[in-house]
């Protein structure tokens, strides 16, 4: 059973406590969304994590950033790039793989927003 999908049930009361979104987290994932919706305004090409990551001036070795992007991936806020019926995915020099590409969604820019515009 989940703690919402931060935790389990069955974790220990300290990992439950630092697996709840904080402010921290809320303020990196609105960082990296601004990143892809400056993007999406550009050139509309999308991001993947990494660029995304480097855009924001994050360190890449840093994985709870890129956590955050598979966070705003779930919350439906980013989504893959689709061109053609396929996933776009760009190679990484860094990594000689290819990552997946993402855009801001709908929801992303409302939430993005919202966020801005919170006291």
Request: aromatic share 6%.
């Amino acid at each position: 059973m989940t703690v919402g999908y931060w935790a389990r049930t069955v974790d220990p009361e300290t990992s439950i406590a630092a697996a709840t979104p904080t402010e921290a987290r809320k303020a990196i994932k609105t960082n990296l969304l601004s990143y892809y919706a400056m993007e999406a305004i550009s050139t509309g090409a999308g991001l993947t994590d990494e660029e995304a990551m480097n855009e924001a001036g994050y360190d890449l070795a840093d994985d709870g950033h890129r956590r955050r992007c598979s966070d705003l991936r779930r919350e439906g806020l980013i989504a893959q790039v689709i061109k053609d019926g396929v996933g776009v995915r760009r190679f990484s020099e860094r990594t000689g793989k290819y990552r997946m590409v993402c855009t801001i969604t709908v929801a992303g820019i409302e939430a993005l927003q919202k966020r801005k515009t919170a006291p």
